[in-house]
């Protein structure tokens, strides 16, 4: 199970021997400072010695001292303490406590944070609940902030996060299945799901390839899901990311199946659809009217981010033609006197754009300001003014990628989507555009996430189908809607 | 195999992309084309309206700039032009050409030919025939509101709806035209006009052709008269005389005209049925024309003045043009393919004798903001 301990059957189990238990756990913990190891005794009874064993820092000092170490010390001078299961029923103080002999279980328990509770001439160790580490407060997530509703987000810690989610659904069929995850982290993971409606298959599939993962250490949900994602090739995402409980819980109430990692505050949400990307959780805190027109602004925004530069490009390159006099005349005068093609121009401004907002995203925010003044004010309008790029394309590439904010989960496929058709309309026109968006289509169209299309009921004709993708229709209306059709 | 197909997508990505890329700022944006013709030498010239760019400190300038080139055909002309632009001129959005009249009573088949055939000009240009002697005059006379000519006639378009004296035509529908035996195509005209001491132009009013070349002018009651029984009505206004040398203006909302045929003993008759439907405007004078006997008498009134109006233009035109410049031939053509083919031959002489029967049935909708007129005693 373990590198450590491969090979060496020996050092498997504790021994009968204080000391040689010592010895063992010193060269386990080798080079390891944190190690803690302290020996004592009934206040009257020098007979029996116990040993006490932590990593420094996991642990809180005052459990230990209080509820391990003085109810043993202040035993009553007589006791005849015959095995170890007296301690752990009669003696300890604390809500968690086992006893195992198994070397790896229990060097593992120590690494989270547990006390090892040994005693002289027993093979066998009390395990006892002592975590106290340092973890964050719950807060409003950066990237998912909310007007309405809920404002809490995951924390790093497992436990919290099961907490938070619980409280958000207070049902007996709120299930939580435990996985170990890596082979040096020994990360966490916990795939949960309501167990009266989620798709069997789905959640067999799901628990099939987490099993199958084999990994060295596991530090956001990222990796994992790129080891069990089907589609490894395409640039779209086929699980979902949220830090919040709320949403979340709105996905298992739609029958998902949700992954929690421990030591990370993001969630993982299968199987994904596109149109969730178009969806937030304020669609459903507020009137259905504005929550389907701010739907369907996502959906013409993220046309518009990937399609506008495309388009001003053939359009003015190409096909000038179709573009209105005055506004010709317009384009026609900003552009003179700039020195590089459209396309040039074009790209230029974006790669600058591009860096002025992963610059911004990696500075403190103080320094984040004077960016915002540097990029926008300084370095825009001198560019205009000094003719190396022209207004109209300050506009094109402003419009764009402004679009491109309001879709933070999908920042990178915009990206990428808008350079394939900038770059398929340089060469051939609208023709190339046309061509390009096929091709996008058909990708998006055939794309599945744990056996559910993608783009499941996004071509559908039915009003009944597209109730919660393109509208956010009333709550009476969404409820009992489905997953998505697995044809 | 691989290998080949790799090649191959490369070389269709580097052959046929990019054969039509060109900057803006490469080409020369021309708005508006005056073509006259050099009556001694048979030489066309070209007058481009081009719009030049002038950068000010607040934004951009439009500076329209004419250029003018000669050539024995247009086309010739037309790659003249960039011996002076040095840019390829733009046709695209090219919106009005105005013919000059020498070049009109030439023929301008030419012209219409050469607009069908170039790939980047539209047809839905809108010809004009210069009553001015050159079509440059027109081309040079300042512009009352825009600098760029195309500007204001785009807005005008609709305007000439509501005046309903000027017979808008696009190109595609004159080159239709000029391919149908027996269509007399009819043009609107341009011409100048003095508003406070400077020239400017002014289109009012239409030419009419034969074969493609002009035989004389409609003036501006005429055309809407034309326009009556062309059913090309959108909007204007009909004056009525009411009583005594009172007047009434009626101002039409919608027009339905009605076209029919009789052949009864050799005589063709036509029937035309004008249905306007129209309010009061503007009442010069004192009589109530809003009461219900009011309405009713202008009604006849009007019908009456507009059935006679337009039986006379159309003897007129039968009797001092003879030209079947309203297309009845045509609309016979269509109607009655029969008959039609009988008479095809001598058309013109059947057309001069064709009895016209005008039936007008005004409809008056209202008196718009007040009913009855103003009385000062």
């Given amino acids: 199970m373990d590198n450590l301990f491969l090979g060496d059957k020996n050092m498997s189990i504790l021994s009968y021997s204080m000391e040689e238990n010592i010895n063992l756990f010193k060269e386990i913990f080798n080079n390891d400072p944190t190690l803690i190891m302290r020996e004592f005794k009934i206040q009257n009874n020098p007979n029996y010695r116990f040993l006490i064993l932590y990593l420094d820092n996991m642990v809180d000092p005052n459990t230990i001292a209080g509820n391990i170490i003085k109810p043993i010390v202040y035993l009553d001078q007589d006791v005849e303490i015959r095995n170890i299961d007296f301690l752990k029923k009669q003696v300890i103080i604390s809500a968690e406590v086992k006893s195992s002999r198994n070397l790896v279980d229990i060097t593992n328990f120590i690494l989270r944070g547990d006390t090892l509770l040994l005693m002289d001439e027993s ?125 979340l819980a709105s996905k298992l109430l739609e029958g998902r199946i949700g992954i929690l990692l421990d030591r990370t505050p993001n969630a993982i949400t299968i199987p994904h659809l596109f149109i969730e990307n178009f969806q937030t959780s304020e669609d459903y805190y507020t009137n259905y009217f504005s929550g389907t027109i701010m739907r369907l602004l996502r959906i013409f925004g993220f046309w518009l981010t990937i399609s506008f530069p495309a388009l001003y490009l053939t359009l003015v390159t190409y096909h000038k033609a179709v573009i209105p006099g005055p506004l010709l005349l317009s384009i026609y005068g900003s552009r003179q006197g700039v020195p590089f093609p459209t396309i040039v121009e074009l790209t230029g401004l974006f790669i600058v754009f591009e860096i002025l907002i992963e610059a911004g995203s990696r500075t403190p925010s103080y320094i984040g300001q004077a960016l915002g003044i540097v990029g926008a004010l300084v370095l825009g309008s001198t560019a205009v003014e000094a003719r190396i790029v022209s207004s109209t394309m300050i506009i094109v590439v402003g419009i764009s990628s402004i679009s491109a904010l309001m879709l933070p989960s999908m920042k990178s496929q915009i990206l990428m989507i808008r350079a394939f058709l900038l770059f398929s309309s340089t060469i051939f026109g609208i023709y190339g555009y046309t061509l390009a968006m096929s091709a996008l289509l058909i990708h998006l169209f055939s794309l599945r996430s744990y056996g559910v299309l993608y783009m499941s009921t996004m071509n559908s004709l039915y009003g009944k189908d597209l109730k919660d993708t393109y509208f956010r229709g009333p709550r009476w209306y969404i409820e009992n809607k489905k997953l998505g059709d697995k044809k | 195999m691989k290998k080949v197909s790799i090649v191959l997508i490369l070389n269709l990505l580097l052959l046929s992309g990019c054969w039509d890329y060109s900057e803006v700022e490469d080409i020369s944006i021309a708005s508006t084309m005056a073509i006259d013709i050099d009556k001694d030498t048979k030489e066309y010239i070209l007058n481009v309206e081009i719009t030049d760019i002038e950068g000010t400190s607040t934004g951009i300038n439009l500076i329209p700039v004419i250029i003018e080139s000669r050539g024995k055909s247009l086309i010739d002309a037309a790659r003249n032009m960039i011996s002076i632009t040095a840019k390829t001129p733009y046709w695209s959005h090219i919106n009005i050409i105005i013919i000059g009249q020498d070049l009109a009573r030439e023929g301008i088949a030419p012209v219409l030919d050469w607009i069908g055939r170039n790939p980047e000009a539209r047809l839905s240009i809108k010809v004009f025939i210069s009553k001015e002697k050159t079509a440059k005059e027109i081309l040079s006379a300042r512009q009352k509101f825009t600098k760029i000519r195309t500007f204001e006639h785009e807005r005008l378009q609709d305007s000439y709806g509501i005046l309903s004296k000027l017979p808008i035509i696009r190109a595609s529908r004159v080159i239709n035209q000029l391919q149908q035996v027996e269509l007399f195509t009819v043009l609107p005209t341009v011409e100048l006009a003095n508003i406070e001491g400077k020239t400017t132009s002014k289109s009012i009013g239409a030419a009419h052709f034969k074969e493609a070349k002009l035989v004389g002018y409609l003036d501006p009651l005429d055309t809407m008269k034309y326009l009556f029984i062309q059913d090309e009505i959108e909007g204007g206004v009909v004056i009525i005389p009411g009583n005594d040398d009172e007047r009434v203006s009626l101002n039409i909302y919608k027009s339905k005209t009605k076209i029919k045929f009789e052949f009864k003993g050799e005589r063709l008759y036509v029937d035309l049925n004008v249905k306007p439907t129209v309010d009061i405007a503007e009442i010069n004078g004192e009589f109530d024309y809003t009461s219900m006997a009011g309405i009713e008498m202008l009604k006849e009134k009007a019908d009456l003045y507009m059935k006679n109006e337009l039986e006379t233009f159309i003897k007129d035109v039968q009797e001092d043009i003879g030209n079947d410049i309203f297309a009845f031939g045509n609309k016979l053509k269509k109607a009655h393919p029969d008959i039609w083919k009988s008479i095809e031959g001598d058309w013109n002489e059947v057309f001069r004798e064709v009895e016209v029967r005008v039936n007008c049935d005004i409809k008056i909708k209202g008196s718009r903001n007040t009913t009855k007129p103003i009385k000062t005693k």
Avoid: W
Wanted: charged share 35%; proline share 2%.
């Fill in chain 1, 123 to 247: 093979s066998e160790g009390l395990i006892i609940d002592t975590k106290g580490f340092k973890t964050r407060g719950i807060e409003e997530p950066e990237l998912e902030k909310s007007i309405k509703g809920p404002r809490e987000g995951f924390t790093e810690s497992l436990g919290d996060n099961i907490t938070l989610l619980r409280r958000k659904l207070e049902t007996k069929d709120l299930k939580f299945q435990h996985k170990t995850i890596g082979t040096s982290s020994r990360t966490r993971a916990c795939i949960t799901y309501l167990g009266d409606r989620i798709d069997k298959e789905i959640l067999e599939e799901v628990n099939r390839r987490i099993d199958a993962i084999q990994i060295d250490g596991v530090l956001s949900v990222k990796s994992i899901h790129e080891l069990i994602d089907d589609e490894s090739f395409s640039i779209f995402e086929m699980a979902g990311e949220t830090e919040k409980p709320d949403i």
